[in-house]
């Protein structure tokens, strides 16, 4: 993914989520304390980088958010923070992969259980009203 230092914070945050599946947070400089204004340009919350060329972000799936975290920090000269679908921070030992799954609604099987379980009422409850629409029938 290239990026322009004159490109507004939100246009970045937009384009990321396009590129890579997933909600990011800019921070001004090195300092969580301070989230970038999304009408912030890229160039204005960076530290220690040259200004006049364009970023260039190499992520894959296989990196973990933490190391990701540090090389687009690296890269673009600003903090930043990989976000859950809630808007909570990722853990840093979650993969890129595995938080865009998050994204796309495939998170944990831990929600599985409870899908059958809801299925099955409706179910269940389709055959009594057969079996008391057969009962009604001759009245009918």
Do not use: W, Y
């Amino acid at each position: 993914m290239r990026v322009s230092p004159t490109t507004k914070v939100s246009t970045f945050k937009r384009r990321f989520r396009e590129e890579f599946g997933v909600d990011i947070k800019c921070h001004k400089g090195n300092s969580l304390g301070h989230i970038a204004d999304d009408d912030d340009k890229l160039h204005e919350i960076c530290t220690k980088q040259d200004h006049d060329r364009d970023f260039k972000l190499d992520l894959h799936g296989n990196h973990k958010v933490g190391s990701a975290e540090k090389d687009i920090a690296e890269s673009l000269g600003f903090k930043v923070q990989l976000l859950m679908p809630d808007g909570s921070n990722a853990k840093n030992s979650m993969t890129l992969s595995e938080l865009r799954k998050e994204f796309e609604g495939g998170g944990k099987p831990a929600a599985s259980p409870a899908r059958p379980s809801s299925a099955a009422k409706p179910a269940k409850a389709g055959k009594s009203g057969c079996l008391i629409g057969m009962i009604l029938a001759p009245f009918i």
